[in-house]
């Protein structure tokens, strides 16, 4: 499993979620942003990373190889979240607000690490689903 791969993987989803919140903004003047869809991006790139193992190795990973990939892509998560974070600071007024407040930070460090956390089992999840349905697509013909 390719660490690199799930990074951007992850990027591209992050990104075009942006993309769809501004777009439906911008034309509906209707605000569907939540903190749900911060998890989205480690679910697609998991299940990416999960299909691309098992086309590539004609096998599911073991229950180890998962973990230990969870693992590091957690931490691929938590630099991520807080470089977004960081350069959203500047440009978001209610990250700015948050940040501003007493205790703010605190705050803002226990979602991001809170998300991490919710990632990290997601990616260890969602890995065993993608190789599972590619694996089984390949049973199908």
């Given amino acids: 499993m390719k660490l690199g791969r799930f990074a951007v993987v992850y990027l591209a989803i992050m990104v075009a979620l942006m993309v769809l919140i501004l777009l439906v903004q911008a034309i509906f003047r209707f605000d569907i942003s939540n903190a749900g869809m911060a998890i989205i991006p480690a679910m697609g790139a998991a299940m990416a990373e999960g299909q691309a193992f098992a086309k590539a190795e004609d096998r599911a990973p073991e229950t180890s190889e998962m973990w230990a990939f969870a693992r590091r892509a957690g931490l691929v998560v938590l630099g991520l979240t807080l470089l977004s974070t960081a350069a959203f600071s500047i440009a978001v007024p209610e990250i700015k607000f ?44």
């Fill in 98 to 141: 948050v940040l501003s407040q007493p205790g703010g930070a605190l705050v803002l460090l226990a979602a991001i690490l809170f998300q991490t956390l919710i990632s990290f089992v997601l990616v260890r999840f969602f890995l065993a689903t993608g190789a599972k349905s590619i694996l089984r697509a390949q049973k199908r013909g």
